[in-house]
């Protein structure tokens, strides 16, 4: 098993532009997530997902888009970047039942100029 | 909003040494879970508690969680530099939502 895998490793853009950084995990995970990851700030929920076709909104959801049409990807949309979602985001998976046991992705750091 | 606060927020310590981090909850647990990040990757999950009272061991790490099950704590024995990283708390609270606390970054010298 591959576990969780995102891409890109790295990415730089300039503000305005937008993007979609990928996330698939191949363990049959219900729930899929994307947190973003800044100093001193510790993990904050962008948006979730509970299934094929549903999805939330998480802490800090502005500025970004997801979709879930299968179970194996969770891909998340810049739409417009802006130096303030210059961060390192992870993507991560679990079954959908307590305690949601988190296998999180290598991360994508990103930087918006 | 669940907040999970930890402390010390940084600890810099030499092999060997003992020490405790903890996790405070401003609401009771669902089920609290503790993970380990190193530099430059995910965070991996250590371990799962959910019993008030309840206490798990990881080798030298012994991790446990209070009677009124707001708070947690891990206690390395004997830190290696091994041990180095960012030790995060979490829990779902009930809503499908982990929330996170803001970690404590462990240095362990050799």
């Known amino acids: 098993n591959a576990g969780v895998t995102q891409t890109p490793k790295f990415q730089v853009l300039k503000t305005g532009q937008s993007m979609t950084l990928q996330c698939a995990q191949d363990?049959?995970?219900?729930?899929m997530s994307w947190y973003r990851q800044d100093p001193g700030m510790g993990l904050r929920l962008i948006h979730y997902s509970v299934g094929a076709g549903i999805t939330d909104q998480g802490e800090v959801p502005n500025g970004y888009n997801v979709s879930r049409s299968t179970t194996e990807d969770f891909p998340l949309r810049l739409l417009s970047a802006a130096p303030s979602q210059t961060s390192v985001y992870f993507c991560?998976?679990?079954?959908?039942?307590?305690?949601?046991?988190?296998?999180f992705g290598p991360g994508t750091r990103l930087t918006v100029t | 909003t669940q907040l999970l606060e930890q402390s010390p927020q940084f600890l810099s310590i030499q092999e060997g040494e003992n020490l405790t981090v903890y996790c405070n909850s401003s609401s009771v647990f669902s089920s609290l879970q503790w993970y380990r990040q190193e530099p430059g990757e995910g965070p991996v999950l250590l371990v799962t508690v959910v019993t008030g009272g309840e206490v798990k061991k990881l080798k030298r790490l012994t991790f446990q969680f209070g009677d009124a099950r707001k708070d947690s704590s891990l206690h390395i024995t004997a830190a290696q530099p091994g041990d180095t990283g960012l030790y995060l708390c979490?829990?779902?609270?009930?809503?499908?939502?982990?929330?996170f606390g803001k970690g404590t970054k462990l240095t362990v010298n050799p």
């Open positions: 363990m049959n995970h219900e729930y």
């Open positions: 979490a829990d779902e609270g009930g809503s499908e939502k982990l929330v």
């Open positions: 991560a998976s679990s079954y959908r039942r307590n305690p949601y046991e988190q296998y």
